[in-house]
């Protein structure tokens, strides 16, 4: 689909250069990438929010304000094209709470390519940062107004409407949403507001801020005389009892808020262009000891859950942190028939990365499985130079894609090596991209096995590589496991995710964790089993309690020399900080595992109704393309003694335009759990999902088979010389025959395609 996408612009850029801009060399349409750029790997996919003109038909390509009068064009555009339309003005909003940033991109665009008579629809790309989450999206045209809701899944509104196509909605990759609003006039200016959350890098100690922001050159207004205005405001907020400072920003902001734990900035400026640079602002809660708190919300109004929130941060010291835990490391990776080609390769080149990082003090193993399991070594061996260099060519070796998958068998295997371990870090990291029958079997297996490990329990770390992966059944391994999960998307992704997640696992200064002074709580944790603290990412626990919190809470646990650690936070109320917020996401994802798990429909009930309370995406929700009416109100013209009842005719049209009138389904944008049958069948990742044929397809198939068969036996040379000895009638009455035939052939596949 990306593909697709990057030539439907290609084409359209092409398709741009009709627009007339007029005689002054000075204004000139802006420049598409050269054939250079290109070469070099220049991407057509958004860097920074778009709207893009689609065009079926070139003809009404024209300047809305100087027509050029050109030749027509004959012909449509199957697929359409994308023009990139040019942007009059942007505003950027970032407010950063703990490891989470909330965006709001407001911009304006002009339909500046078709003519002021025609009509197009227009598409809204919007590329996210880490972990991105789409939060909502308004558009304003001068008629109409058009905003998304998540709705229930099977609620009635969802299932009286017809479902949107795909192109109308959706996920272009993990990290892009696009949507699109159904016919715009030419010369129209759009109003759009985009908002959506992403989580913050930490690395090194301090958080990273990375949001696209990088505009093409082609989205600048032509003309000299237009304003364009771009702003940039952001707010840090990393709670309370903490200092934060600021370390590097792609923009010249300007400081205006410097408190305890809050930073405020500001840019504001006209320019010539638009920004060529992603926003990226860093900065360190700077402390040499371990440090946190705890924040206390009350419940959201409508809330499906009446108990209080707590929220737990607690960020890694420089001192605890410098010693890390010994590790023992099973890396248990899928080589089956799916992940082939540069799956399996980019998987390989990561795995080299993580066993490079290794400690000669640590010891690992590897254990490739498809149906079967095939081990390095019997045995955990040192991770010594000498025998990183043999792993290397034994993975290169034995990393041959083939067969079907079996997870179970090579999970057993890395539990059994690990059982014994003692005064280190056991760690089973897991890498696949398929789904199996029996994942709730394997997640009970590995529950009872941890249950029974006498020593240190074996943390387990999963990545899932692509669609097909049920990731809610790797993200209950990981919770299980006191682990955590990543998803690579696509194949570009895996060995940035992979890095990460080893970088997390292998970082783990304090092990664990347990609360105290909580037994007289009406207490839920999410997740149940808290994850260990490590020095590449700060420690968020969320959850809901009923009762009196204590003013103090104390988190204890076991630090890498096996010596014991306790930290008294402070507890105090979320004022500024909307905790709700912060944890709605994760929350939701730790409940979809458990009701996959466990197939409790009340459980599912709860999830549609935080996820529609939170605006938040999830797998029993659909999301929703809303249309209302701006339309005039009535009696326009009236009397000074009529002025009363029409301020309060404006207001009941006001309320009545509000109304939606048009409501589109969208895609299920969830991750979905897990395609077995694809699994089964080795289809690898980012191939699309095999559905079948409309009754369209199914008649041009017919028709070319027939054809062809037909053309292999009569297309011979006695046939030619009968054919030419066949007088007029007789051939008009073969040709009305088979028109007959094709006639009933297409009512036949409307038949069945309508039931």
């Known amino acids: 689909m990306a593909e697709d996408f990057e030539a439907a612009v290609e084409d359209g850029l092409r398709l741009s250069k009709r627009v007339y801009f007029g005689k002054d060399r000075a204004v000139a349409p802006p420049k598409p990438p ?108 001068p008629r109409k107004s058009y905003s998304t809701q998540i709705i229930a899944a099977e609620s009635e509104k969802c299932t009286e409407q017809k479902v949107a196509k795909i192109e109308d909605g959706g996920f272009l990759r993990a990290h892009i949403f696009t949507l699109t609003i159904p016919q715009i006039d030419g010369g129209t200016n759009i109003s759009v507001k985009l908002r959506w959350s992403q989580k913050l890098v930490y690395h090194d100690g301090q958080f990273a801020l990375d949001i696209p922001f990088s505009f093409p050159e082609y989205v600048t207004p032509a003309a000299k005389k237009i ?157 010594t130079s000498e025998a990183i260099e043999n792993v290397t060519q034994w993975i290169n070796m034995n990393f041959v894609a083939g067969g079907g998958t079996n997870i179970l068998l090579p999970l057993n295997k890395a539990m059994n090596m690990l059982s014994d371990s003692c005064n280190s870090m056991p760690i089973i990291f897991l890498i696949t991209d398929g789904a199996v029958e029996d994942e709730k079997h394997i997640c009970d297996t590995v529950k009872t096995q941890l249950t029974s490990q006498k020593n240190v329990s074996t943390r387990i770390y999963t990545l899932g590589i692509g669609t097909f992966c049920n990731h809610y059944f790797l993200r209950m391994l990981a919770t299980t496991g006191r682990g955590h999960h990543e998803i690579a998307s696509d194949v570009d992704s895996i060995e940035v995710r992979v890095r990460r997640l080893f970088a997390r696992a292998s970082s783990i200064f304090l092990a664990d964790i347990a609360f105290e002074k909580l037994d007289t709580l009406d207490l839920e944790v999410f997740s149940s089993e808290i994850p260990d603290l490590s020095s590449e990412s700060p420690l968020i626990v969320s959850g809901r309690y009923h009762g009196s919190f204590p003013k103090t809470l104390k988190v204890n646990g076991i630090l890498a020399d096996m010596s014991n650690f306790s930290l008294d936070l402070k507890v105090e109320q979320a004022n500024e900080i909307p905790i709700a917020k912060i944890v709605a996401k994760h929350q939701i994802e730790q409940l979809t595992a458990q009701a996959w798990y466990s197939d409790n429909q009340e ?92 009754a369209a397809e199914v008649f041009v198939k017919a028709a070319s088979v027939c054809c062809g068969r037909l053309l292999n036996h009569c297309c011979c040379m006695c046939c030619i010389q009968c054919c030419s000895k066949m007088n007029d009638q007789c051939a008009l009455a073969f040709t009305q025959l088979f028109g007959a035939l094709a006639c009933l052939g297409c009512y036949a596949c409307c038949c069945d395609g309508n039931e």
């Open 603 to 694: 459980l599912k009930d709860k999830i549609a109704k935080m996820s529609v309370l939170n605006g938040i995406i999830s797998e029993h929700t659909s999301m929703v393309l809303l249309e209302a009416e701006r339309g005039k109100t009535k009696a326009d013209s009236t009397t000074k003694q009529q002025v009363s009842s029409k301020s309060k005719a404006d207001q009941h049209n006001k309320a009545e335009d509000s109304k939606p009138k048009r409501m589109s389904v969208l895609h299920n944008m969830g991750l979905g759990f897990g395609n077995p049958i694809a699994t089964g069948d080795n289809i690898p990742p980012g191939c699309k999902d095999t559905k079948p044929p409309d």
């Open 227 to 383: 304003s364009k205005h771009e702003k940039i405001q952001l707010n840090v907020n990393a709670g309370p009892g903490t200092e934060v400072l600021c370390r590097t920003s792609s923009h010249p902001l300007k400081e205006r808020l410097r408190q305890a734990g809050k930073l405020g900035f500001l840019y504001e400026a006209e320019v010539l262009s638009w920004s060529s640079n992603d926003f990226q602002f860093t900065y360190t809660v700077s402390s040499n000891h371990t440090l946190g708190g705890v924040l206390l919300s009350p419940p959201l109004l409508q809330d499906v859950d009446n108990r209080d929130m707590f929220c737990c941060y607690v960020f890694p010291g420089k001192q605890q942190s410098e010693k890390v835990f010994r590790k023992e490391v099973v890396f248990v990776v899928d080589i089956s028939g799916s992940m082939r080609g540069r799956t399996l390769e980019d998987t390989k080149n990561a795995l080299f990365a993580a066993l490079a990082k290794l400690d000669p003090k640590d010891s690992f193993n590897v254990i490739a499985f498809n149906g079967e399991i095939y081990l390095f070594s019997s045995a955990l061996e040192p991770a």
């Open 34 to 141: 050269t054939a250079m750029e290109r070469a070099a790997g220049y991407s057509y996919l958004p860097n920074s929010p778009m709207v893009y003109a689609v065009i079926s038909d070139p003809a009404i390509v024209d300047n809305p304000d100087m027509p050029s009068y050109q030749p027509h064009v004959h012909g449509r555009c199957d697929p359409p094209a994308l023009i990139p339309l040019q942007m009059n003005g942007v505003s950027l909003e970032v407010d950063c709470y703990l490891d989470t940033a909330f965006v709001t991109v407001t911009g304006t665009w002009r339909v500046h390519c078709v003519m002021g008579s025609r009509s197009c629809d227009c598409r809204i790309a919007v590329p996210m940062g880490e972990q991105g989450s789409i939060l909502g999206v308004e558009v304003e045209v």
